[in-house]
């Protein structure tokens, strides 16, 4: 008998809304299972009806699931909790929100091994330590007794599974574990993943939009579109040779890391000279193209005088012309805390952005880019140091669901900038507003709309509009892609480029995916603990890097050939043994 047995799974929402539409699969004892797609797709909410965790939240859930035995259709409440935690455990993508904030770790971890496990409070916390040891959490009895906001984001994810390993299941659900960690921690995770199956036999079944992710981790990839499976097979037959259209399309827009910045904007001169208008440059044969009715390019009103060519795109500027730097950073610091726990988020960068060029800023998580990019546009001042700022500038923040008003339509935020700035007539308010919807590829008609009701891109598309209201000169992304799946990563960063190109935008692309940055930027600064140990040209940083934390990092972005993936594996293991 199959580990798991899926048949025929169907799932609706709201009575009408099929999440998941007769998916059926299989996973044996021992194996791993990635299971990717676009944002949508059905993949989390698959996951979710291999625990019953659909049961109570009104979705309406057909056809059958086996988990180590159990039918969990037919299952009472009893076998269930059973199921989960004991024989079957999942890790969910936020850990923060996963884990109680007034309760130690330890205590956690304990309380869902004394649910299946009857033992004393004494053997719980001794088990406690013991996962946590298991997954690498270092001096584990004493960070035990620590809550979940003094660790980590890496740390916690660790707990999550430490957590789910308590009871020894047969089977791991991670959804999305890596998503949002930068790139050296989310290689630590896979790696922890990759060891705790060889050596416990678990099954694995991992949900990703993050094809590069599935390529490390598992033998067999499922492809869902819709809710529907399109393609199965081992990972290196559907990555290697994919035979749907689909796959191939899903895998067309992962960024490589080996992909140089002239190869792509060769690219994206070809797709401008072979299409027309915006919707060929900035939406994918996956996601649709631009709503009828948007404005062409070029046909953006501003109020201010005409920069850009209506009848085509100019030329643009080559990286660090036009004189004068748009913003100049000398020996910046910021220091947070006082005392003996001051520390030094920013420590002495210098750094200069020029008109219509691209300026990408990589690190670890606590690196300092945020505060960096923050300092850049005026919303942290720095403790020392000179920033000059020739420019109007603007940020596009990493999460739009917290960046939006979700009391206010979608039309109301995006006009902030403008009545701040000044304006009063309401009707050009408006007007100016639905063109900015249309500028970055949504309806006009979507004014009155809330952000609850746009996905994920969408969302990030408003944020675009917004901070194209107040007509900026420079525009720091930070952290702009990292929660999208990789077609909508592909559109944010192409409407980023189509809209550089028309107005001659300077950007500060922070991020920790390495190979978004190189796709996006003409030179790239790499941060380590506040400080930027490498800076030059986009390819010659990635091509020949120089500094040994530089070499790290890109050893650690994940990649599609699971071959290479293991090699990698390897020698990570062996270096973090000498």
């Not at 056809?63 to 180590?68: C, E, L, Q, Y």
């Amino acid at each position: 008998m199959s580990l798991v047995d899926v048949r025929d799974l169907a799932v609706t929402f709201d009575g009408s809304v099929r999440a998941v539409d007769g998916l059926s699969f299989t996973l044996e004892a021992g194996g791993a299972l990635g299971v990717v797609g676009e944002s949508g797709s059905g993949k989390s909410a698959s996951a979710s009806a291999l625990l019953g965790l659909h049961r109570g939240t009104g979705a309406r859930v057909t056809g059958s699931v086996t988990v180590a035995g159990v039918d969990v259709q037919a299952a009472s409440d009893a076998q269930l909790r059973g199921l989960r935690g004991g024989e079957a455990a999942m890790v969910f993508q936020d850990p923060l929100s996963s884990l109680d904030p007034y309760y130690a770790i330890g205590d956690q971890i304990a309380e869902v091994y004394r649910v299946h496990v009857k033992t004393s409070r004494r053997a719980g916390r001794a088990r406690a330590v013991e996962v946590l040891d298991r997954v690498g959490i270092p001096d584990a009895a004493r960070r035990a007794r620590a809550r979940p906001h003094e660790f980590s984001g890496g740390m916690r994810q660790r707990a999550l599974i430490a957590m789910a390993l308590a009871c020894e299941p047969q089977l791991l659900i991670a959804d999305e574990p890596t998503t949002a960690l930068d790139v050296t921690v989310q290689a630590q995770i896979l790696d922890l993943l990759h060891g705790l199956r060889q050596e416990t036999g678990m099954g694995l079944l991992l949900v990703t939009h993050d094809v590069g992710v599935a390529a490390e981790s598992v033998d067999e990839v499922l492809v869902m579109k819709e809710g529907r499976a399109v393609e199965r097979g081992s990972v290196s037959g559907v990555l290697g040779s994919p035979r749907e259209p689909y796959t191939r399309a899903l895998l067309a827009a992962v960024p490589r890391v080996e992909t140089g910045r002239a190869e792509v904007r060769r690219a994206e001169a070809g797709r401008t000279r072979a299409g027309s208008g915006a919707a060929s440059r900035t939406e994918t044969p996956l996601k649709g193209a631009r709503p009828a009715g948007a404005p062409p390019v070029g046909a953006l009103h501003t109020g201010a005088p005409e920069r850009i060519a209506v009848a085509g795109l100019p030329e643009r500027p080559a990286p660090g012309a036009g004189g004068a730097p748009l913003v100049e950073a000398v020996d910046l610091r910021r220091v947070f805390g006082r005392g003996r726990a001051a520390f030094a988020a920013v420590d002495g960068v210098s750094l200069t952005v020029h008109r219509g060029e691209t300026l990408g800023i990589v690190g670890e998580s606590g690196s300092g880019k945020t505060t960096l990019g923050r300092m850049l546009v005026g919303l942290l001042d720095p403790t020392s140091g000179r920033l000059h700022r020739a420019a109007r500038v603007q940020m596009v923040f990493q999460d739009p669901v917290s960046s939006l008003n979700p009391r206010r339509s979608v039309g109301e935020s995006v006009a902030d900038p403008l009545r701040a700035r000044g304006d009063r007539d309401e009707s050009l308010i408006r007007d100016r507003v639905r063109d900015l919807l249309g500028r970055v590829g949504l309806d006009a008609a979507q004014y009155d709309r809330y952000p609850h009701e746009f996905s994920g891109g969408q969302r990030q598309r408003i944020g675009i509009a917004r901070a194209l209201a107040a007509e900026p000169e420079l525009i720091v992304c930070d952290e702009a892609v990292s929660a999208l799946d990789v077609t909508t990563q592909a559109q944010v960063t192409a409407l980023l480029a189509e809209l550089q190109r028309e107005l001659g935008l300077a950007l500060v692309f922070v991020a920790h995916d390495l190979a978004v940055v190189r796709q996006v930027s003409d030179r790239v600064a790499v941060m380590r603990q506040g400080r930027i140990v490498e800076e030059g040209d986009a390819d010659t940083v990635y091509g020949a890097p120089q500094d040994p934390y530089t070499k790290q990092l890109l050893a650690a972005v994940p990649t599609l050939d699971p071959v290479l993936a293991a090699v990698r594996r390897a020698a990570r293991k062996e270096s973090a043994v000498v």
